[in-house]
């Protein structure tokens, strides 16, 4: 059940490594865009200052590291009907990664401003 002024929603994050590549792309570009070009309402993607995943690598912003491999991170929030389906071919997207998915409520602010640009 929603909150008041809230609705149900999913939140899918995205975990990957600085250095991953689609083609000749970073992974954590290809997938926002691919994101975004699926009609996804918004996605943002962060840079961590250190992590570690399956391989138990620890990627870190060191002062005397010339690349740094930093954890990347993809927050998405929409309806899981319109992420679902997309799951699969992000999957395919990352190669080695991970996706998790929690519930969320969530209320969508536009600016009136935006809504009129948008028709």
Known sequence: MATSGFQAGKLLRIFLDDNDRTGVEPTYA?????????????????????????????????????????????EV????????PLVDDLRKMIGEGLLTVEDVEYSRIVHPKTLARSK
Do not use: C, Y
């Not at 309402?41 to 870190?60: D, L, N, P």
């Not at 929030?77 to 679902?84: P, S, T």
């Open 30 to 74: 290809a997938v926002a865009e691919f994101l975004r070009r699926k009609g996804v309402s918004g996605a943002t993607v962060f840079r961590g200052i250190e992590g570690f995943g399956s391989h138990s690598q620890m990627h870190a912003s060191k002062v005397f590291s010339w690349l740094p491999n930093l954890p990347i991170l993809i």
């Open 77 to 84: 929030i929409d309806d899981w009907a319109k992420l679902e």
